[in-house]
């Protein structure tokens, strides 16, 4: 499956805005969908994921509250709702896909997902 993230920019602290993550080559719903941030000089670190239908969805704590994700399979279509930014949400920010349930349950990581975007930039200015 390919997946095209869209939807980064610039936001001001407070504000908000919408990514979405566009699959191809293979029905979305086949897969668990998770994002990803990476900030300059960091790790790429979890943000949350979603299952195959949509009932599930898990958050890192630095984001509890603030995103959700969602998803629309029969448009091959996730997204991701980000309000209440702050300036530490400034990173790229990549969609992924699993074939595997285990990333609802165990500790996140990047070798759990299977196929990965290209990323967006998303800019939070204080």
């Known amino acids: 499956v390919q997946l095209q993230a869209s939807g980064g920019g610039l936001a001001q602290a407070g504000g908000c805005l919408g990514l979405?993550?566009?699959?191809?080559?293979?029905?979305?719903?086949?897969?668990?969908m998770g994002w990803f941030r990476q900030a300059p000089g960091m790790e790429r670190e979890f943000v949350g994921a979603?299952?195959?239908?949509?009932?599930?969805?898990r958050y890192a704590d630095p984001v509890k509250g603030r995103f959700t994700i969602s998803r629309n399979n029969a448009e091959n279509v996730v997204h991701l709702q980000m309000n209440s930014l702050k300036p530490e949400d400034t990173a790229i920010y990549y969609c992924a896909a699993s074939r595997y349930s285990y990333v609802m349950r165990l500790s996140p990581t990047r070798s759990q997902y299977d196929y990965w975007g290209q990323g967006t930039q998303v800019t939070v200015s204080s």
């Open positions: 979405s993550c566009a699959a191809s080559g293979r029905p979305l719903e086949g897969y668990y």
């Open positions: 979603i299952d195959k239908n949509g009932a599930s969805t």
